[in-house]
């Protein structure tokens, strides 16, 4: 699968993706049509400075690109995605993507995370679930607790767009003895989601074994400090 995400992106350079959004200065970058434009001057910049990046040719300006960005850049991406995400992700057999805009977002700043195809998100918890905030482990969480991460991504020419939508759920106890009773959710760049236990429970697998990794802490990832 990630694979996969590795080769799709890199198939990204050079070809058109679909982003609607005015032009907009926010906080003296300019974005039109959800382009960064200076990202690829930015690049170069980069690669003069780190030659080792030079003889790998594409790759090596994906590598800078991920070293570039300025918080900046992702504060007017994301300014400029904004609306396009929610319609995205707002499919009407799921009820977290009408409301999670509604809950606290723990991040300031978005945040690399390569399981989000590579790109950059935010997380937003309901009241049940805000204890995440504190960014460490303290104790289980309680039935209802709801952690949502959602994603945009970059291309070489400074153009993004948006990226998946994942989020857990906390259920009853005995719900699910391998998730730790997380009910886990993917809503995809086209609408279309999967769901464990419902709707294409299948493709859920995989989330279920990345958090594995993390049994000692109620299988939750946190923030990187």
């Known amino acids: 699968m990630f694979q996969y995400r590795i080769l799709k992106r890199f198939s990204w350079a050079g070809k058109a993706i679909?982003?609607?959004c005015p032009y907009l200065f926010i906080n003296s970058v300019a974005v039109a049509n959800?382009?960064?434009p200076e990202i690829p001057k930015k690049i170069?910049?980069?690669?003069?400075?780190?030659?080792?990046?030079?003889s790998k040719k594409k790759s090596g300006?994906?590598?800078?690109?991920?070293?570039v960005i300025s918080a900046r850049d992702l504060e007017?991406?994301?300014e400029c995605l904004s609306d396009k995400m929610l319609k995205t992700y707002q499919n009407k057999q799921l009820d977290v993507p009408q409301k999670y805009r509604n809950w606290k977002r723990v991040n300031d700043v978005s945040?690399?995370?390569p399981a989000n195809d590579f790109g950059w998100v935010n997380v937003f918890v309901n009241r049940e679930a805000e204890k995440y905030s504190l960014n460490q482990y303290t104790s289980e969480f309680k039935e209802g607790s709801i952690i949502v991460k959602e994603g945009y991504t970059f291309d070489i020419s400074g153009r993004s767009d948006i990226g998946p939508l994942f989020y857990m759920e906390k259920m009853k106890q005995g719900y699910?003895?391998?998730s730790s009773d997380w009910k886990f959710t993917e809503v995809d760049v086209d609408g279309t989601y999967a769901e464990m236990g419902g709707h294409n429970s299948e493709l859920t697998i995989r989330c279920v074994k990345c958090h594995t990794r993390r049994k000692d802490s109620d299988f939750l990832f946190?923030?990187?400090?």
């Open 18 to 20: 679909l982003a609607s």
């Open 34 to 36: 959800c382009i960064v």
């Open 44 to 54: 170069d910049n980069y690669i003069k400075e780190n030659t080792y990046l030079q």
């Open 61 to 67: 300006r994906w590598i800078a690109l991920d070293k």
């Open 76 to 78: 007017a991406a994301y």
């Open 111 to 113: 945040f690399y995370a």
């Open 176 to 178: 699910n003895e391998e």
């Open 222 to 225: 946190f923030l990187k400090k």
